[in-house]
């Protein structure tokens, strides 16, 4: 069966492509779709509304199974109406640059004792066809939780300051002075969960 992935960015697609390879799924792109793409505004209030409002543009667009994902950023220590969720960047109205970003962050988390302890809530909304949707934004699909501590390693990656500023659970040390990493595999194991579930309406699995 063909899906469409709703994204451009290639490495995300072959990175799900390969969590998916054990499914009956040839999936695609929006590169690979050679017809002009809606203008979506991403106005949901939650990761799960804007991967919702994403896969329901494209399938009115291309009229082919679909699904999208967004993500947003929370925090334990934090209330909900505090968590930075779809807005990690833009705080109280402003677009932080990256050393505005590192300097916020390590303020909250001097706050709270001098860390903090978040992870990336991952949402996926998929739809077969008109009468058939299904969505999670279960914890099986977010990211390993992670330490944002007060004082920056001093690697800088531009476009990912929060990276300078996380320390690894397990080991205590920053991420960037850890051998490589792979922090997807429990990611990868949601969802294909979350497809697996749906076994039963549609033959995925190889």
Same mark, same amino acid.
């Given at each position: ?6 994204? *451009? ?42 991967? %919702? ?5 494209? +399938? ?5 199974? #679909? ?12 209330? %909900? ?20 970003? &590192? ?13 903090? *302890?978040?992870? +990336? ?22 990211? %390993?939780?992670?330490?944002? #501590? *007060? %004082? ?39 969802? &294909? ?12 699995? &190889?």
């Amino acid at each position: 069966m063909k899906i469409l992935y709703g994204t *451009t960015n290639k490495a995300k697609l072959q990175a799900m492509r390969t969590a998916l390879e054990s499914f009956d799924i040839e999936l695609i792109g929006l590169g690979d779709i050679h017809s002009e793409l809606p203008s979506i505004n991403e106005n949901g209030r939650t990761p799960l509304e804007n991967a %919702e409002i994403k896969a329901r543009a494209y +399938y009115e667009a291309f009229q082919i199974p #679909v699904f999208s994902c967004d993500s947003g950023l929370y925090f334990d220590e934090l209330q %909900e109406d505090d968590q930075p969720g779809l807005h990690v960047r833009r705080i109280n109205g402003k677009e932080l640059t990256d050393d505005e970003m &590192r300097e916020h962050y390590a303020a909250l988390a001097a706050k709270h004792g001098g860390r903090i *302890t978040g992870r +990336y809530r991952n949402a996926i909304y998929f739809i077969l066809d008109e009468e058939h949707h299904y969505s999670s934004m279960d914890m099986s699909i977010a990211t %390993e939780p992670f330490i944002l #501590v *007060t %004082e920056p390693h001093p690697k800088r990656v531009e476009g990912f300051p929060l990276d300078s500023l996380s320390v690894d659970i397990a080991t205590g040390k920053y991420y960037y002075d850890l051998d490589v990493k792979d922090v997807s595999t429990s990611v990868d194991d949601g969802v &294909r969960t979350f497809f697996g579930a749906i076994e039963s309406i549609v033959e995925l699995r &190889r």
